[in-house]
């Protein structure tokens, strides 16, 4: 069965850094496209960083000079490296996967993790 697992998040002060994990498995993770999800009580749902299969990345404005997504397709396994974080980034952070990277930066995908909860104290 498809499987997406988050972990890496926890509380942290304004300034400080986490890195994120999402563990892929029960599908051919090198041919999807994941990206990083977040959402806060009372806001809406923001994408923050995508990565192809071919390794591209892309970034929301608000995680552009703070954040780095990367992969790893031998762990089956993709990352975001939080920098400087600011309150504001507090969220539940998802990751999703799909075949079609225009899909997903979409905000759709055919897998989905639970989450991890980030919070960044001021």
């Known amino acids: 069965e498809a499987q997406l697992v988050e972990s890496g998040g926890g509380l942290v002060q304004a300034g400080g850094s986490l890195r994120l994990s999402c563990a892929a498995s029960g599908f051919t993770f090198s041919d999807y496209a994941i990206g990083w999800f977040r959402q806060a009580p009372g806001k809406e749902r923001e994408g923050v960083a995508w990565?192809?299969?071919?390794?591209?990345?892309y970034y929301a404005d608000s995680a552009k000079g703070r954040f780095s997504i990367s992969r790893d397709n031998f762990k089956n396994t993709v990352y975001l490296q939080m920098n400087s974080l600011k309150p504001e980034d507090t969220a539940v952070y998802r990751c999703g996967a799909d075949y079609s990277l225009s899909v997903i930066r979409g905000g759709l995908g055919d897998y989905w993790g639970r989450g991890t909860q980030v919070t960044v104290s001021s």
């Open positions: 990565i192809s299969d071919d390794g591209s990345t």
